[in-house]
């Protein structure tokens, strides 16, 4: 491999971890959403949420005088409690996502993120098994398990879209706001990173394609 191409794929590479790294910092951090009820008295404490893949956090802020009809923002101070969806530890309560269909959701959305990461844990072991010599080959299916991954997490941003959108319109819920907060942000920002550079790993991977109608690419004389 021509240091050209070698270069090119370490450029990629890199970029690709930053991808990884924010993959990892979406899955396991709980600011996907932001849940806030409608604040009724003011002087008085408000309970917003915020939720990832596998855990809910309640607040209890004090609440003053405010235009906002919501409660919040989560950053103010207040008693914070967090607990594990019942579906994934048994014995805890997450009652918000124990109605309706947002159990489903939320298994939905946490196993196909747990892909996600599967595809990009292998993907970086093969391009770093690449590096040795006459292991080039390698590249092309990493490539190709960066781009599930890229697929596969914004799968899991859509699902965790439609669950805060149902969740909103429930009437069993008393959720009347929301916004999607960081880890929300990381993940949409790892599936750019993956997709568009897991393609872009492919094409620096594939041979050199013959410059002539007459030259095949065994022919071809590699580029200095």
């Known amino acids: 491999m021509d240091e050209g191409k070698t270069l090119k794929i370490r450029l990629t590479f890199s970029i690709i971890l930053v991808g990884v790294a924010l993959l990892f910092a979406a899955v396991v951090t709980d600011h996907w959403a932001v849940l806030s009820p409608e604040v009724l008295q003011y002087n008085a404490t408000c309970e917003a949420a915020h939720f990832g893949l596998w855990r809910l956090c309640t607040k209890r802020i004090y609440v003053q005088d405010t235009k906002e009809k919501g409660c919040g923002p989560i950053s103010l101070p207040g008693e914070r409690n967090c607990s594990y969806f019942k579906h994934f530890t ?9 109605v309706s269909t947002q159990r489903e959701y939320s298994i939905s959305a946490a196993a196909i993120a747990i892909f ?28 190709m398990f960066y781009t599930f991954s ?16 149902r969740m909103i319109d429930s009437d069993e819920t008393s959720w009347i706001q ?4 960081w880890s929300f942000a990381c993940a949409c920002a790892s599936f750019v990173l993956l997709f568009v550079c897991g393609i872009a790993l492919l ?16 022919d071809a004389e590699p580029e200095h």
């Not at 770093?128 to 080959?137: G, P, T, V």
């Not at 890229?150 to 959108?165: D, H, N």
């Not at 094409?203 to 065994?218: K, V, Y």
């Open 90 to 98: 048994p014995g805890q309560s997450a009652e918000i996502f124990e």
């Open 116 to 143: 996600s990461v599967s595809f990009a844990i292998i993907g970086t072991i093969c391009v770093l098994l690449s590096f040795r010599k006459k292991m080039d080959y390698l590249l092309r299916p990493a490539s």
């Open 178 to 181: 929301y916004y999607y907060s």
């Open 150 to 165: 890229g697929l596969c997490i914004i799968i899991s941003v859509e699902v965790m879209r439609q669950s805060v959108k």
């Open 203 to 218: 094409l620096i991977a594939l041979p050199r394609f013959p410059q002539n109608p007459w030259e095949t690419c065994m």
